[in-house]
């Protein structure tokens, strides 16, 4: 089965870490462009960090640069998203996904108390 399983949310307060985990199955993430989006309710989908498959080049949101870091195991075939130096407002839901052709996950909150 194909899919994407994210694991790792919760709720940290300011200025603390987090990593979140997303296990695949059914492909090897070391074949894909795979990245980390969030989403929080009213606001549009917001595409985090990207990392692409040989050479494993990073891309990050602004938001995102200096305190984000994507990262892959392809023995384990699982995406990791580093987020440290938490901030209130990257508060959401994350999501791992595969970018081509496309496969989303069902997500994990991340909460950030002040």
């Known amino acids: 089965q194909v899919q994407l399983v994210e694991s790792g949310g919760g709720l940290v307060q300011s200025g603390g870490s987090l990593r979140l985990s997303c296990a695949a199955s059914?492909?090897?993430?070391?074949?894909?462009?795979m990245s980390w989006y969030r989403q929080t309710p009213g606001k549009e989908r917001e595409l985090v960090a990207t990392i692409t498959p040989a050479g494993g080049r990073t891309m990050y949101a602004d938001s995102a640069k200096g305190r984000f870091t994507i990262s892959r195991d392809n023995a384990k075939n699982t995406v990791y998203l580093q987020m440290n130096s938490l901030k209130p407002e990257d508060t959401a839901v994350y999501y791992c996904?595969?970018?081509?052709?496309?496969?989303w996950g069902q997500g994990t909150q991340v909460t950030v108390s002040a």
């Open positions: 059914g492909f090897s993430v070391s074949n894909y462009a």
């Open positions: 996904t595969r970018r081509l052709p496309p496969l």
